[in-house]
């Protein structure tokens, strides 16, 4: 018992951060129908920007309250400038062209963001660690049952946690009940009517490219916070929260989440589950769940099914 | 098509230029491949350093057969594919007379095949999987293998009276497989228990599911046979899981955070800077000259894999890559930094292994096992 609450808090951890990944795919593809597979690199990049951060606040020696905040704000506005640039520049022009342009051009970006930043005078391709601002400790541990062991919880389990509901909360909000939502929601329902009814549909899409690529920051913090920080960082978070963004059902915002948070579990009760020789097995497992769950849902879990007109 | 003649005459005549220049090349050229940036830098940075030593020392003191050695080094980044196109590259581009390099034994592994195609002599300066020199001609090594580690770090387990121990290897590293097959081997024979076994893969960032599989099954400690950026992370995610047993591994670890997280943790390794060896201290005091820091144990099998290589060239008299491999083939005694180095029969050197201890957030030696 105490393995398995264990593993579910290991599982809802990594999970929350490919939710936060995800709700940034999610709202791109509702708005544009596009996949910006760039989306995984705007992760990276905010945690190079939370270790420059820390780096300098460390220097100063501030106090965790102060840095914290101060990162993951700066994280967020840095990568949203990045978001906002990144969909001027090269998906603006390619708009009206067909879509697959768009999507190469994602691919393009991609892979220009993560060999830039693995030059050496940019950042290099040598994983560094964040200086300790925030030390990782338990803050709850719950004896269960006759284990040796309690389940433990740790503060940053409960950041990432914490963040990623907040943020879903925050961004729901901001969909259903303000001005913008309202035009955001109409622009994923049809641009080009859209536009005829007034709304600034260039606008629009930039907001949803700064808003995702805050939350992509948001996500590279924790984890830059939890692990490492280097260029190559968003390939497999951003594939993994791709993959959560289809399971959910793309587009849909509780879908990014609840597939983010599935997908952090399957991944993890496998390999806490599997016999060891097979743990290297637990990503292609993860991807076999996509398909099968495709396969019954094709639209995703909580997707809704369109029909294509011809 | 005539412009395509004209090109390819063109091309043609450039490389027959270069190929020229070469023959007549006024200095000896040695290539060093190594990871000096990405997931394991510490290791090729270290390595560098000592190799840099050397052909400075080497030059200062007149050169080789009278002639300067020219030190080209390339970046594989960590990087198996990358190692093959590198060493490919020193052979074709730089017509080394021969190889240093790799630390990690899958890229050693990967270079020393090109290096046995060519016929260019390789010493690894401390690749310890035994694979890497086995049934192979030109390549060579100047440190222990993995079948003395691996049963050395297993002596240390019983000794240290732990029973119960769990072991954490990477599966995709030629490294971390073979070390752990040595380790169970000695550590059961001895009459210790294996009581759990888990994986993981060289990139992967988060362990806390094998973690906490391995703390149900309350071992006395874990054998964790793997390359300092994963052990960071592993042993940061088990002390936040309250996972506080000792962690021990080998020469892999060197280059870890060692602090407060890693406390009684040890490590089989190379050489120690508490090593009172004259030969040793004098290396220290030379590399902190030159660089102004304490060496790893990179720095000095890299040292020691330079100077074997220099010694090889002067004692064959020439810069033909058949009779330096011969030359190599046959060093005896060679007064390493790190310990005399003489090469057996399978291309391996025989030298003693220190067990490095951390306590109080230090480094300490705990012990040096001699060969038998």
């Given at each position: 018992m105490h393995d398995f609450l264990q593993q579910l808090v290991n599982g809802l951890s990594v999970g929350a951060v490919y939710a936060l990944i995800a709700l940034g795919y999610t709202m791109v593809y509702g708005v544009l129908r596009l996949i910006n597979f760039a989306h995984g690199d705007v992760y990276m990049v905010g945690a190079v920007i939370a270790y420059e951060l820390a780096v300098k606040l460390a220097g100063l020696n501030s106090p965790v309250w102060v840095a914290l905040p101060i990162i993951f704000l700066g994280a967020m506005v840095g990568c949203g400038a990045l978001g906002f640039t990144i969909e001027y520049l090269c998906y603006r022009p390619l708009?009206?062209?067909?879509r697959l342009v768009s999507l190469i051009t994602a691919i393009g970006v991609s892979l220009l963001l993560e060999n830039l930043f693995q030059n050496r005078r940019i950042f290099g391709a040598t994983p560094r660690n964040l200086p300790?601002?925030?030390?990782?400790?338990?803050v709850l541990s719950i004896a269960v049952g006759a284990s040796h062991s309690p389940v433990i919880v740790t503060n940053l389990d409960l950041i990432s946690m914490g963040l990623c509901i907040a943020m879903m909360l925050g961004l729901s909000w901001f969909v259903l009940k303000t001005k913008m939502g309202l035009a955001l929601r109409a622009v994923s329902f049809r641009v080009d009517t859209a536009s005829l009814m007034g709304i600034n549909t260039n606008r629009v899409i930039s907001m949803t490219f700064v808003l995702g690529s805050a939350l992509a920051a948001v996500a590279g913090v924790v984890d830059a916070m939890r692990y490492q920080v280097d260029p190559l960082m968003g390939l497999i978070p951003g594939i993994k929260a791709f993959v959560a963004a289809v399971l959910g059902g793309i587009g849909s915002i509780p879908g990014a989440l609840l597939g983010g948070f599935l997908m952090g579990l399957v991944e993890t009760l496998l390999k806490g589950y599997l016999p060891a020789q097979y743990n290297n097995y637990s990503n292609a497992a993860a991807f076999v769940v996509l398909i099968l769950i495709l396969l019954v849902r094709p639209s995703g879990l909580l997707g809704k099914t369109t029909v294509e007109k011809v | 098509m005539r412009w395509m003649a004209f090109w390819t005459t063109v091309v043609l005549l450039c490389l027959s230029g270069c190929k020229k220049q070469q023959g007549e090349s006024s200095d000896i050229v040695i290539g060093e491949y190594g990871s000096l940036s990405g997931t394991t830098a510490v290791f090729g940075q270290g390595t560098h350093n000592g190799i840099q030593l050397a052909v400075d020392e080497i030059n200062a003191a007149g050169g080789l057969l009278g002639k300067p050695v020219r030190l080209v080094t390339e970046d594989d980044e960590g990087n198996q594919d990358e190692a093959v196109s590198v060493v490919k590259k020193l052979i074709?581009?730089?017509?080394?007379?021969g190889v240093l390099g790799e630390v990690a034994s899958t890229r050693s592994l990967a270079g020393g095949s090109v290096c046995e195609q060519e016929g260019v002599p390789m010493i690894s300066p401390s690749s310890t999987n035994p694979d890497v020199t086995k049934d192979r001609k030109y390549v060579f090594r100047v440190c222990f293998t993995d079948d003395f580690q691996g049963s050395v770090g297993a002596q240390f387990a019983i000794k240290k009276n732990w029973k119960r121990v769990a072991v954490f290897s990477s599966s995709n590293s030629d490294y971390s497989k073979k070390l752990s097959m040595f380790f169970k081997q000695t550590f059961t024979a001895a009459g210790g228990q294996i009581v759990s076994e888990e994986t993981y893969s060289d990139g992967d960032k988060e362990f806390k599911a094998q973690l906490t599989r391995m703390q149900s099954k309350n071992p006395d400690a874990v054998y964790l046979p793997g390359y300092y950026t994963e052990i960071d992370l592993i042993l940061r995610q088990a002390r936040s899981l309250g996972f506080t047993v000792p962690f021990f591994g080998g020469d892999g670890w060197d280059g870890a955070t060692l602090d407060s997280i890693s406390e009684g943790c040890c490590f089989t390794n190379h050489?120690?800077?508490?090593?009172?060896r004259p030969s040793v201290q004098q290396f220290i005091a030379t590399y902190k000259a030159k660089y102004g820091a304490v060496p790893d144990a990179f720095g000095i099998t890299g040292y020691d894999a330079a100077r074997v290589m220099f010694d090889a060239i002067k004692r064959a008299g020439s810069t033909d890559r058949n009779a330096v491999r011969d030359a190599i083939a046959q060093t005896k005694d060679f007064p390493g930094a790190g310990g005399s180095i003489t090469i057996d029969e399978n291309h391996n050197a025989k030298k003693p292994i220190v067990i490095l201890e951390i306590r109080d957030g230090k480094t300490h030696l705990a012990d040096t096992i001699q060969p038998n």
């Open positions: 708009r009206h062209r067909p300790e601002l925030l030390v990782i400790r338990p | 074709d581009r730089d017509n080394v007379v050489y120690s800077p508490e090593d009172p």
